[in-house]
């Protein structure tokens, strides 16, 4: 499927899982909590936890309204829509975006761990049990559906971790990475309000250092986890919130692995921070690199690089199909860790056009067949198909 001398690939395609995943797949000691899929909008990927439906979507309200679909997306998305985003629709839709290898991530689960652990804020919350047993459904079915794609060496999974039992999510990377996932799945916002840097995550970097798959971090939407990068409290509009949230939430993940010396105690692990652009990095890295040389013999004698240096030898970052923006990063950082996405099947997705935007863009040809495909099977360890 490479598009004349490129091969490509998507560091994390999407899914649509079915609204009836948890019913279908939960633990039967927790089917009685098992989250439940909503459908009341067009493509609706929300999902009911205990008394909390997510995203929380402010004004956009249900189908009466409508969605703000492009007119080409609402063809290019009938076939899969018709097949309910099955497996078969998931590979047809690589084929459209002359994908030779994809990282899949989800559409409800970016939010189905959205809500802080018990142990924080009590019953609202998620018992750490229950959160590990939404988690392995998930990863079960990631896993019949991989073999549904029927693309040995072309589609993998990225497992769903809850944090809100470290030491399970430790053990479920394990099962998973034994059955071909190629990734944790973890999402920015805070289970416990304990931030990223905390050694009461290490056991999570440790078992993916020593499994050799990289933590991967993807933001989502507007959730009850805190913070939930979104301004949601002030910004009640998807046009206004989204803006800030996924580049926000993977910033702060930057920030708690260079500067916070996550890469320090676990320095082979890859992080992957995913969906929220690449252009924010040199201007970050500018002020954590700073205030490093400012305040870090004080306040993280044991950070001994400067943050800069953590996330260029550790960390991967996704460009958007149009980001041309992105030209300075290459200027400042190089192209060793630049990932793409097509981020389909989502609404601000370029799909089926994703690819070609990407291709159109004014960088070198080295630099585009970099990240169509170098850094990604880098960073997720995929040869290239035969």
């Given at each position: ?252 993940v930057a920030t708690c692995f260079t500067a916070g010396g996550i890469l320090e105690r ?121």
């Amino acid at each position: 499927m490479a598009v004349g001398e490129f091969r490509v690939a998507d560091s994390d395609m999407h899914v649509m899982e079915p609204a009836d995943l948890w019913q279908r797949y939960m633990d039967p000691s927790w089917e009685h909590a098992a989250p439940v899929g909503l459908s009341e909008i067009e493509r609706d990927i929300r999902v009911k936890v205990k008394n909390a439906v997510m995203l929380r979507l402010g004004r956009i309200r249900p189908r009466a309204q409508g969605r703000p679909w492009k007119a080409e997306q609402v063809s290019a998305f009938a076939h899969p829509q018709a097949r309910n985003w099955d497996a078969k629709s998931q590979v047809t839709a690589m084929d459209v975006e002359h994908l030779d290898s994809t990282v899949l991530f989800p559409s409800r689960g970016l939010f189905v761990l959205a809500l802080q652990s018990t142990e924080h804020v009590g019953p609202d919350g998620l018992e750490p049990d229950l959160a590990a047993a939404i988690a392995r459904a998930y990863n079960d079915w990631m896993a019949d559906f991989v073999r549904e794609c029927d693309a040995p060496g072309r589609v993998f999974g990225a497992a769903m971790l809850a944090p809100h039992d470290v030491h399970g999510a430790a053990e479920e990377l394990e099962r998973n990475v034994e059955r071909g996932f190629k990734a944790a799945f973890l999402t920015p916002g805070l289970v416990d309000n304990k931030p990223w840097h905390d050694p009461k995550y290490d056991p999570i970097w440790r078992a993916a250092e020593r499994l050799d798959v990289p933590v991967c971090f993807h933001g989502g939407g507007t959730t009850y986890l805190k913070p939930d990068f979104a301004f949601s409290e002030y910004l009640d509009r998807l046009m206004l919130w989204h803006a800030f949230n996924q580049p926000l939430g993977i910033m702060f993940v930057a920030t708690c692995f260079t500067a916070g010396g996550i890469l320090e105690r676990f320095p082979t692990l890859r992080v992957g921070l995913l969906e929220g652009n690449c252009s924010w990095a040199p201007f970050m890295l500018y002020r954590l690199d700073e205030h490093w040389e400012w305040m870090g013999k004080y306040e993280a004698p044991d950070v001994r690089l400067a943050p800069s240096e953590y996330f260029l030898r550790n960390c991967f970052v996704s460009c958007e199909a149009d980001e041309a923006v992105a030209r300075h990063y290459f200027e400042d950082f190089g192209d060793d860790n630049v990932l793409f996405s097509t981020d389909y099947p989502h609404a601000d997705s370029k799909y089926p056009n994703a690819t070609e935007t990407f291709l159109s863009l004014p960088f070198d040809t080295s630099t585009k067949r970099k990240v169509l495909w170098d850094n990604y099977a880098r960073l997720y360890k995929v040869p290239e198909p035969s």
